[in-house]
């Protein structure tokens, strides 16, 4: 079974401030993941990265997907209160239809 | 916005009694999944379905049976409902476009 650890798991900051959050396996994935989950909600598909090095940016939200495509991270600068919530990442394996879930990263945002 | 509806979106049962979710999608899916999601454990995949009749097990089976007599519905059992299956349930569907995962609203489920 992979396993994908995340890290930070919980965060409290104040708005304006900057943040990482890792996810990190031992195990290659052909693609990452990160979805953002607001209280009483499911959580909702941010970004897919698939190669290996890869940045794609979402506003004030970075993500880079590992060399290796064995970890990822998230970057948000100056964050406000409007990020607040739990960010999950999820890995494919290459021809499985069972993405593997990190347990999240739970961010306040402080006004 | 995949289409996706759970039924019922709260309920409290008693201990031992049976229990039925029910997941509806909307757009023909071939692949749904039953995970719930509990504090410290993140999202745990119970059961999924890659076709009519076509179901397999997740990491958390025990204690859960599923099933799919149509493509667009997906139910959730719980044949004899204990404290430890408190927990808010998700119904998720796969659409192949980016593998990406689509989920419900949630199913609030209290076990007294």
């Known amino acids: 079974t992979q396993l994908l650890e995340q890290s930070p798991q919980f965060l409290s900051i104040q708005e304006g401030e900057n943040l990482t959050v890792y996810c990190n396996s031992s195990?290659?994935?052909?693609?990452l993941q990160w979805y953002r989950q607001e209280p009483g909600e499911g959580p909702v598909l941010l970004v897919t990265?698939?190669?290996?090095?890869e940045v794609k940016k979402l506003k004030r939200l970075t993500f880079q997907f590992g060399d290796a495509r064995k970890d990822s991270s998230l970057h948000i600068t100056a964050a406000q209160p409007g990020d607040t919530g739990l960010y999950l990442c999820?890995?494919?394996?290459?021809?499985?239809?069972?993405?593997?879930f990190g347990r999240g990263t739970s961010l306040i945002v402080h006004p | 916005d995949a289409g996706i509806t759970q039924s019922p979106r709260h309920k409290v049962t008693e201990t031992g009694t049976p229990v039925t979710l029910r997941c509806h999608q909307t757009?023909?899916?071939?692949?749904m999944y039953w995970y719930r999601q509990d504090p410290g454990h993140g999202l745990r995949l119970i059961h999924y379905?890659?076709?009519?009749?076509?179901?397999d097990k997740g990491e958390v089976s025990d204690g859960y049976s599923v099933s799919r007599s149509k493509t667009e519905d997906f139910l959730l059992t719980l044949e004899s409902a204990t404290s430890s299956q408190t927990s808010v349930y998700f119904c998720?569907?796969?659409?192949?476009?980016?593998?990406?995962?689509?989920f419900g609203e949630g199913s609030w489920l209290t076990v007294v």
């Open positions: 998720a569907i796969l659409a192949y476009s980016g593998n990406t995962i689509y």
């Open positions: 999820a890995g494919w394996e290459g021809g499985s239809y069972i993405p593997t």
């Open positions: 757009e023909n899916h071939r692949y």
């Open positions: 990265v698939v190669t290996g090095g």
């Open positions: 195990s290659v994935f052909s693609s």
């Open positions: 379905s890659y076709g009519v009749k076509d179901t």
